[in-house]
């Protein structure tokens, strides 16, 4: 069988998996957590606790602020401690709800059983209430809340479900461990998303450098007896796990700019919220925790840990053996997409998927140098974007230009950085031009939208 | 031969009287009349071509200005109330002088007052830094310190303190064209007027946390603790969002404020003392005590009651004297 992947772009670094053999193993309770209410893209959750009141495992802790929004639980059971402004993993204050741990205390509706239950409710309304009750969120790092995803605009039809197992990131080895050790739940996980999206066929998407994986899967699949989901193994490119790219490999069909993934009849839902929507529907328990990869040269210890949500990054790396002295920065996400943590006191969410401890020599850039147009950047960009024009542009200030360049289509997947030889720092000029363009397009929509409206209110007026 | 020269010399003279007068026709015709002012205008500009009037470029004001009824919402703040008077004369309109302006830095967050949590080793861009993170600091709205204004600034005004890791103004140099606002995305920079004799008063931190973890971020933090608001007499600080602001036009340069800033977030510049702070608030306290007095002397007298009560503004003074022994 031919292996698939995406038509354009993309770049192939080592895959550097050196946690793939150490099985998710529950990291103690810590003595405190904090929980972030702003853990989704969307408005942050408000909270509904206050100072003093005593909490269980699972209890709801904050409710969403809007549509775009999600429940938020407390992972652990104890005393909330403070309500107030703590920095996150970038530093910047947003409120997080602390709580002291005292025992390990489960609300009695969650069913904590590991027996596997395959019996899917026929409501699909139902479902989707408790995907929505369950806090559950995209699990692959844009944290969208998956209710919102589910419930595509009238009048879009969805053909296809992809389940996204690539980890096309070098190092993480999450996703491959959830598959080995929890391939059951997650094929279930796959068969209700199936169902929600009206029987439409599925597909479990794995990289080929996961062959266990791979064969794992298809074994669950024959062995549960479910119809119309299949494996698809994908070549190794980064990034593959991307959405549109994943798509476009496992569909043939390309998302316009601007566009959502249900315009090509796609929804895509990474492995771990695959998992996360099992334990939501079949065993009331919501998003709690995740499992955490925690890798890299001058890591303490090669590990993926089972870690509640709201744990402090620094308890993780000192239960496997404090920050070692050589380690110069630790990366919350993958080598190319992740974001240094700014301070080692910040709290995961649940969107952290890994901690990659780098040591100074991996994480220095060389010193800048001319373009020389060889123009590998553009030939790496999966969007299809021209990444030296951007960058130009971005220093030139010129906004405009840069959205009829389709700045706003750019995925921050750090092709072009990566495959420059002259080291220009093309991402970070382009996403300084992304974010005033995309803040551009909005202030135009609003203008449309305030502009129709009194548009239509002058025309009732001389009615 | 001759006749050679003579028909082509001929001939090339008569193309070129012709062609001549074509030109002449066409040039006639096709005339674009232009406001002769405009050179004018243009010619007494400074030539910095620096956009700090709102225009692309001198040439593009000189136009504006020549085409708007009058100069109110054109000013070139480079060249200042000098320029201006002369593009008046030109344009035989009336120019008000306007305040000379500074640029004004915003964050006294200095290395010793601020210390680093962490550090930044990417690309030395403050509007990278501010796409990626809250910046190496505790505090996410003070200064990243990557000279981006630095390199805004087309007239040398700026530079980097390596002492402090703060942005330095040549008040000299400065022709508050804004370049450095706008550059800045932490938006630090503000430009206000100069004062008399340069002297100004203004909170020199933008940080819109709440008091502890503003103070715990920085020394020097702003708190908004409200007590420079209180003290004013001139109505000209208002404390919106934790943090406070001085209205350069209502403020009458007491500085009561800056001797009553808890954190010194509160900056005095250019006055020919140093701040005798313990004088200044002898003189608060007076007035306070005063003010006291007066207000329970006018309720004994409506209600004979109510006299015995501590009046508020005692019990205000009492507060800031707790606050000032902390």
Known sequence: ?463 | MVNIIIWTIAVVTVLGLLLALILYLVAKKFKVEEDPRIDEVEKVMPGANCGGCGFAGCRAFAEAAVKAPNLDNNYCPVGGNDTMAQVAAILGYEVKAKAPQVAVVRCNGTCQARPKVNSYDGFSSCAVKATLYAGDTGCSYGCLGCGDCVAACQFGALSMDPQTGLPVVDEEKCTACGACTKACPKHIIEIRPKGPRGMREFVSCVNKDKGPVAKKACANACIGCGICAKTCTHDAITVEGNVAYIDPAKCKLCRECEAMCPTGAIHGVNFPKPLDKENIKSRIKLRQQKAAEAASASASLRDPVRANAPAEAVSVAKVKEEKKDE
């Open chain 1, 1 to 463: 069988m031919s292996k698939h992947t995406f038509s354009i772009g993309g770049v192939h670094p080592h895959d550097n998996k050196m946690s793939r053999e150490c099985r998710i193993e529950p990291l103690p309770l810590a003595p405190t957590v904090y929980i972030s209410v702003a853990q989704h893209i969307g408005a942050p959750a408000v909270p509904v606790v206050a100072v003093g009141d005593k909490v269980k495992v699972g209890q709801v802790i904050a409710e969403p602020g809007g549509f775009v929004s999600a429940f938020i639980h407390s992972s652990v059971s104890g005393t909330v401690k403070s309500i107030g402004p703590r920095a996150d993993l970038s530093g910047r204050p947003s409120t997080h709800i602390e709580i002291a741990v005292e025992g390990d205390e489960w609300l009695e509706t969650i069913d904590t059983s590991d027996t596997l239950v395959t019996e899917i409710p026929a409501d699909n309304k139902a479902i989707l209430d408790k995907i929505r009750m369950g806090g559950v969120v995209g699990l692959g790092g844009a944290t969208f809340p998956t209710h919102v995803k589910l419930s595509p605009p009238p009048g879009s039809k969805c053909e296809r479900v992809i389940i996204n197992g690539c980890e096309c990131e070098p190092y993480l080895t999450s996703d491959f461990r959830t598959l080995l050790e929890k391939g059951e739940q997650v094929v279930v996980g796959a068969a209700i998303l199936k169902q929600v999206m009206g029987g439409v066929p599925c597909t479990i998407a794995i990289e080929e450098n996961k062959p266990e994986a791979i064969a794992h899967i298809r074994e669950v699949i024959g062995k549960l007896g479910f119809s119309g989901i299949e494996v698809m193994e994908m070549k190794m490119m980064y990034p593959q796990g991307g959405e549109k790219q994943l798509i476009d490999a496992v569909m043939g069909r390309q998302v316009g700019s601007g566009a959502l993934p249900i315009s090509v009849g796609a929804v895509v839902q990474n492995v771990a919220t695959a998992l996360a929507v099992y334990d939501a529907v079949q065993k009331n328990k919501p998003i709690v925790d995740n499992s955490v990869t925690i890798t890299g040269q001058c890591a303490p210890k090669q590990a993926n840990l089972l870690v509640r949500v709201g744990t402090p990054l620094r308890y993780i790396l000192d239960y496997l053996g404090g920050v070692p002295e050589n380690a110069a920065k630790v990366i919350s996400g993958g080598p190319m997409m992740g974001r240094a943590v700014a301070n080692l006191d910040a709290a995961t969410v649940k969107g952290t998927g890994a901690l990659l401890l780098l040591t100074e020599k991996e994480t220095r850039r060389a010193p800048e140098s001319h373009c020389i147009r060889c123009g590998k950047c553009a030939d790496a960009c999966p969007m299809g974007l021209e990444p030296f024009l951007l960058n130009k542009l971005a220093r030139a200030k010129d906004w405009d230009a840069m959205e009829q360049n389709a700045a706003q289509d750019c995925i921050e997947c750090g092709c072009c950085l990566y495959s420059c030889p002259a080291q220009i720092p093309l991402l970070d000029n382009i996403r300084i031009g992304k974010g005033i363009v995309l803040g551009n397009i909005r202030a135009r929509a609003a203008a449309a939208k305030a502009a129709a409206e009194a548009a239509k209110a002058s025309a009732d007026a001389k009615k």
